[in-house]
């Protein structure tokens, strides 16, 4: 018999129950880093302390690749979570996991059939910005969307979570089965509201009565989320089975800290993850905004600037006292004040408490994957701060550099003549605009014409594009670490 987490002897704590006691409350889409070092492991805290039999059924959609899920069965849907902070680090077995499928082992329909099981409540979700396949502009459902244009061909065969969910409620809906709340986990701006906009867009193309039955009866309450969770490399695994004493295929590392806050929106009950340490919320929007603008916001500009400037992880531009100083302003002077917050929220200690986070140096956050998919993430980070900054006249210098910084980084190259492997959905457009004019100052205007990112207003405003220019233009002139150095 094969050596793995379920039959190796182990020093770490083992979940003290089995599969058994679990009922798949919960399907969750997209079984990635976060959720198992986030969702799942709070509510794993919850199985810890209370006689609680909500569990999840874990689904990933990914067609290229069923590894993970598999990995995880054979485990008995078992994992390590590793919390690498700067003196120690701690391992846990999770065990909120029941089972898990995959359209290439259980087929479209089976995974369908379990989200409209009538044991199911919650339906969740972390599946990225660009899992919504909405329009950055409208808001609205993307119905020029490869994969929409698919789900609105062939409803019963979907491609997209937005069409596998669409798909599940038609299902309870013609059953009569009790509705369901759709829980989105993603680091979006007013999540749940996102899903809501998707799913019933896809919906009303479908059906009119469904469309009316989710309006009336699902709910799409919005979260904040937060843990630092790099993405696992094969030394991050070597690292943590040697403290295992086996290899965990399926182990994730992230930082101690953690933060969920939950609008209290649910129609078919939940688990009660406030003992786990979560929040229960009539409004998370401030809650968002600061995470998005002062953490988010912080960690894109440290990302774009970091790797031109040659840093490969986050804790690797800290050690840089320009760019320590620099992110701080960014966050109290630029950041900050454009939030609302309640009275006992302290953000300069928020602030303070990011500074030690981006530090540690046991996490290896890559600069380059928080790089990823900027045109989905620029807007709330640094774009309606900069609006907001230019209606009052106020500075905003360090958000300029940091959208200079996107495009000095989304040009392909780096400073030292290498290729940057961009990964974005707008990758095309990207290449074409630099094909055009190289890497001069001609291509700002062009990438702030860009109405998803930028708006229709920017591009209009001179005092904007001539900040970003000059910014751009001092990236090549001087590189990212003096640029940085001179805020």
């Known amino acids: 018999m094969e050596k793995n987490l379920v039959n190796a002897i182990t020093s770490v704590p083992y979940p003290g129950w089995t599969t058994e006691r679990l009922t798949s409350r919960m399907v ?49 849907m078992r994992y390590t979570v590793a919390e690498k902070g700067q003196e120690e680090i701690r391992l846990k077995i999770i065990g909120s996991m029941k089972e898990g499928m995959h359209p290439l082992i259980d087929g479209v329909q089976a995974i369908i059939e379990k989200m409209a099981d009538p044991d199911v409540a919650i339906i969740s979700l972390t599946i990225t910005e660009k899992g919504y396949c909405t329009d950055a502009v409208t808001g609205r459902l993307d119905q020029n969307n490869e994969l929409i244009i698919k789900d609105i061909a062939n409803p019963a065969v979907p491609r997209s979570a937005i069409g596998y969910i669409t798909a599940a409620l038609r299902l309870r809906f013609e059953r009569s ?3 369901v709340t759709i829980l989105s986990c993603d680091n979006v701006r007013e999540n749940g509201h996102v899903a809501r906009e998707a799913v019933l867009g896809l919906a009303r193309l479908q059906d009119r009565k469904l469309a009316q039955w989710i309006e009336s009866q699902v709910t799409f309450p919005c979260t904040m989320v937060d843990r630092i969770v790099p993405a696992a490399t094969p030394e991050t695994l070597a690292e943590i089975a040697q403290q295992l004493g086996v290899a965990d295929p399926c182990a994730i590392a992230c930082e101690p800290f953690r933060q969920w806050v939950i609008e209290d929106n649910f129609v078919n009950g939940r688990p009660n993850w406030d003992l786990a340490g979560a929040q229960f919320v009539d409004d998370v929007v401030p809650f968002e905004m600061m995470k998005l603008r002062m953490l988010n916001g912080a960690h894109s500009f440290l990302a774009y600037l970091g790797y031109l400037g040659g840093y490969a992880h986050i804790s690797d531009t800290m050690t840089n006292a320009d760019y320590r100083r620099a992110v701080y302003a960014l966050m109290l002077n630029e950041q900050a004040p454009t939030l609302s917050m309640p009275e ?48 009052r006249g106020s500075d905003y210098r360090h958000l300029a550099l940091g959208v200079a910084g996107w495009m000095r980084y989304i040009s392909g190259v780096d400073e030292q003549g290498q290729p940057i492997d961009v990964r974005d959905p707008l990758k095309e457009t990207f290449v074409a605009i630099f094909a055009k004019y190289g890497q001069s100052v001609e291509v700002v205007k062009e990438l702030l014409a860009i109405e998803s990112i930028f708006g229709k207003k920017l591009v209009n405003n001179r005092e904007f594009v001539d900040n970003v220019t000059k910014a751009y233009q001092n990236l090549f002139n001087v590189g990212a670490r003096q640029a940085v150095a001179a805020l």
Not at 44 to 56: I, M, N, P, R
């Open 344 to 391: 006992d929220i302290d953000l300069m200690a928020y602030a303070d408490k990011l500074l030690e986070r981006f530090t540690n140096p046991a996490l290896k956050h890559q600069t380059w994957q928080i790089a990823m998919d900027g045109s989905q993430k620029l807007p709330q980070r640094m774009i309606d701060s900069i609006e907001w900054h230019l209606l």
């Open 177 to 179: 089965l009790p509705a």
């Open 28 to 76: 969750h889409l997209g079984c990635g880093a976060f959720h198992r070092a986030h969702q799942a492991l709070y509510t794993h805290h919850v199985l810890e302390q209370t006689d609680s039999d909500w569990g999840f059924c874990e689904v990933n959609l990914m067609l290229n690749d069923a590894s993970l899920i598999e990995n995880l069965k054979k485990q008995s």
